[in-house]
């Protein structure tokens, strides 16, 4: 089983900043893509940012520019910054992972429980 645990969430103003990790844990041999995904209340969740175990990022048009997702592959973290953020961006932030525990062994997609961001002055 493996373990994705957010924190870094918090009451922000508009236009200000902040950062989100995510670690995982448990029986992991390799993690694969890594994503941060949202959901507001009354929405759809919808991906915010994606990397691949090489580094390589995604993000959609919304927070592009804004947003920027990396990982620690040794310490089996990813993070998110969010800067320029707007009331639009209040959501429940989710880490997502695609974990591999051997070899062998087809990766798997884990979530975390989420952590609160909250844009408003």
């Known amino acids: 089983q493996v373990q994705l645990v957010e924190s870094g969430g918090g009451l922000v103003q508009p236009g200000g900043s902040l950062r989100l990790s995510c670690a995982a844990s448990?029986?992991?041999?390799?993690?694969?893509?890594m994503r941060w995904y949202r959901q507001a209340p009354g929405k759809q969740r919808e991906m915010v940012a994606d990397?691949?175990?090489?580094?390589?990022?995604n993000y959609p048009d919304s927070v592009k520019g804004r947003f920027t997702i990396s990982r620690d592959n040794a310490k089996k973290l990813v993070y998110l910054q969010m800067n320029s953020l707007k009331p639009e961006d209040t959501a429940v932030y989710y880490c997502?992972?695609?974990?591999?525990?051997?070899?062998?062994?087809?990766?798997?997609?884990?979530w975390g429980q989420g952590t609160q961001v909250t844009v408003s002055s």
């Open positions: 448990g029986n992991i041999f390799t993690i694969y893509n």
């Open positions: 990397i691949s175990r090489f580094g390589a990022t």
């Open positions: 997502n992972a695609d974990v591999s525990a051997g070899v062998l062994i087809s990766a798997q997609n884990y």
